[in-house]
């Protein structure tokens, strides 16, 4: 037990309170029981730019979610977990109800990218779909297709001004701490597109990818699957099948899908044509 944590006085989970840094190692196993593939930097990310809130039990958290804001209006919800023996006892419905008074008290709007199962919660709570998404994995190497080279400081305002329209809400801090992960960073040299990409627990995760055309899109995946060793995820947008078809030639399996959603709003905010992998949904 963390030692500034009083016992439960009754065997009923308390209240979702906001989790403090010092509940990262219980964080981070609870997305690790999972199977997921968050890092401690992932997790110090919403600790120190968003909220994480918690449902804790003798002072371990057995239920989760982050709110982390994308500018000053829309709110991106993620890390909504409950552990293994704990589902099905509305914790995750109560601590998505947090999340939302977090926004409402805001003013901004709660968007986010919903696993099957929390589908099932969020439906109900007033979310509306916006758009498909699907979970590839496979490996990295190969061959890349040139055009593209690595993203420095000076790129990272027009990477910043493409993302926010393609998301439809501004990221600029999370973007530059992608761009210094490690990971692929990469910008089309004609400045039509970029890559980025962050280690994992599991995998390197490719994505945000925006791209004005799917033929720049396509290279700039080519080149940073190309750029890695090891396993690779990318969640592709649905709405462009012709990727899906390149990663499927270059050996990726889809795993499962998220579906992009928002309280209470039913058209998506920005250019989700331009928009063909997400950040991961726990960052839209
Ligand atoms: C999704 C998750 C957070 C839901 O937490 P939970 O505490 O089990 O959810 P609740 O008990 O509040 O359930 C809310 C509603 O969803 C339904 N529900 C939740 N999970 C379900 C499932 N896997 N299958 C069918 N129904 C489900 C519940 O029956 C309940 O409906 P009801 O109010 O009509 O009874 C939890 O299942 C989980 O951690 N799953 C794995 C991680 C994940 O997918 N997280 C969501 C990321 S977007």
Do not use: C, S
């Given at each position: 037990m963390a030692p500034t944590e009083p016992a439960p006085l009754t065997p009923h989970a308390p209240a979702p309170h906001a989790l403090a840094p010092h509940a990262l190692d219980d964080c981070r196993a609870l997305s690790a029981e999972a199977g997921w593939n968050q890092t401690a930097a992932d997790w110090m990310t919403f600790f120190r730019s968003g909220t994480v809130f918690g449902i804790t039990e003798g002072g371990t958290p057995v239920a989760t979610g982050a709110v982390i804001a994308h500018g000053p209006r829309v709110a991106w919800i993620g890390m909504v977990l409950v552990r293994g023996d704990r589902r099905g006892g509305g914790l995750g419905t109560q601590i998505l109800k947090v999340c939302l008074d977090h926004c409402r008290a805001r003013g901004l709007l709660p968007v986010l990218d919903a696993t099957p199962a929390g589908e099932r919660v969020y439906r109900p709570l007033g979310f509306l779909p916006w758009f498909g998404l699907t979970r590839w994995d496979g490996a990295g190497g190969g061959r890349a297709a040139g055009g593209m080279r690595n993203i420095g400081p000076a790129d990272l305002p027009r990477i910043a001004e493409a993302d926010a329209a393609a998301l439809g809400a501004p990221r600029p801090a999370l973007l530059a701490g992608l761009a210094a992960s490690g990971a692929p960073a990469l910008i089309a040299e004609a400045g039509s597109g970029f890559a980025l990409g962050r280690p994992g627990r599991i995998a390197t995760q490719i994505g945000p990818v925006v791209a004005e055309d799917e033929s720049t899109a396509a290279r700039l995946i080519e080149a940073a699957i190309a750029a890695v060793s090891g396993p690779v995820i990318i969640d592709l947008a649905?709405?462009?099948?012709g990727l899906a078809d390149l990663l499927r030639a270059r050996g990726f399996t889809p795993r499962r899908p998220f579906l992009r959603m928002a309280l209470a709003q039913a058209t998506p905010l920005?250019?989700?044509?331009?928009?063909?992998?997400?950040?991961?949904p726990e960052f839209g």
């Open positions: 649905d709405h462009h099948a920005g250019t989700p044509a331009h928009l063909y992998a997400a950040a991961g």
